[in-house]
């Protein structure tokens, strides 16, 4: 399984960005699909992952309400969608897939990984 996350970039504070993850290789049974980040200096951070059995979506406390996630089967993406960005989103942000599990908030359950994108959230 190979992930490609793609979308970050600089955008003021109060913006919006739409990061994607496509996904390529076959994975058995149900899976969650997540994005951490992780800003410097700072450990990384769970922010949602969505379950590729119902679609059920799950968010960390410091996301909810601003960002969603969505998925384009068809084209094997999810996609992050973040609104009303602040400074403190500022990371580098990975996706990931935890194989055997409907929803993972947990870096070690994760077992494949795709390169980050860099949010920078800035004036």
């Known amino acids: 399984v190979q992930l490609q996350a793609s979308g970050g970039g600089l955008v003021q504070p109060g913006g919006s960005l739409r990061l994607s993850c496509k996904a390529s290789?076959?994975?058995?049974?149900?899976?969650?699909i997540g994005w951490f980040r992780q800003a410097p200096g700072k450990e990384r951070e769970w922010v949602s992952s969505?379950?590729?059995?119902?679609?059920?979506?799950y968010y960390g406390n410091s996301v909810k309400g601003r960002f969603s996630m969505s998925r384009d089967n068809a084209e094997n993406t999810v996609y992050l969608q973040m609104n009303s960005l602040k400074p403190e989103d500022t990371a580098v942000y990975s996706c990931?897939?935890?194989?055997?599990?409907?929803?993972?908030?947990?870096?070690?359950?994760?077992?494949?990984w795709g390169q980050g994108t860099e949010v920078t959230v800035s004036s």
């Open positions: 990931g897939v935890a194989p055997g599990f409907h929803a993972a908030i947990k870096v070690e359950d994760y077992k494949y």
């Open positions: 969505m379950s590729s059995s119902d679609g059920a979506t």
């Open positions: 290789g076959f994975i058995s049974g149900d899976y969650a």
